[in-house]
């Protein structure tokens, strides 16, 4: 969960420079804070889930972490091109 806080927050810092790539960072944290916490003891006796239940739902939340972390680097990689020397 620690790590999905971070992972916020930096994303939270770049909403300035970029917004798109703000918040996606900032939704990958989130995904990450919500694996995390559907992994603990305290989510199941809060939300009333069986331990099947939590574990499908902390797996299902990395997994979308890990996909809009490919999806960022796939638009990151799209967005930078290599440049070709000028001559004038």
């Known amino acids: 969960m620690l790590l999905g806080v971070l992972v916020g927050g930096y994303g939270l810092l ?4 970029s917004l798109l790539g703000g ?3 900032a939704a990958i944290g989130a995904c990450l804070f919500l694996a995390g916490l559907f992994a603990t003891d305290w989510a199941g006796e ?4 069986e331990p099947a239940t939590r574990r499908n739902l902390s797996i299902a ?4 972490a890990v996909l809009l972390v490919v999806a ?4 990151n990689y799209a967005s930078f091109s290599v440049g070709e020397a000028v001559s004038e």
Not at 14 to 17: C, G, I, L, R, S
Not at 61 to 64: E, K
Request: no cysteine; aromatic share 16%; glycine share 0%.
């Open 14 to 17: 770049v909403v300035p420079v």
């Open 23 to 25: 918040l996606q960072v």
């Open 46 to 49: 809060q939300f009333d889930l």
């Open 61 to 64: 939340f990395a997994v979308l």
């Open 72 to 75: 960022f680097l796939v638009v």
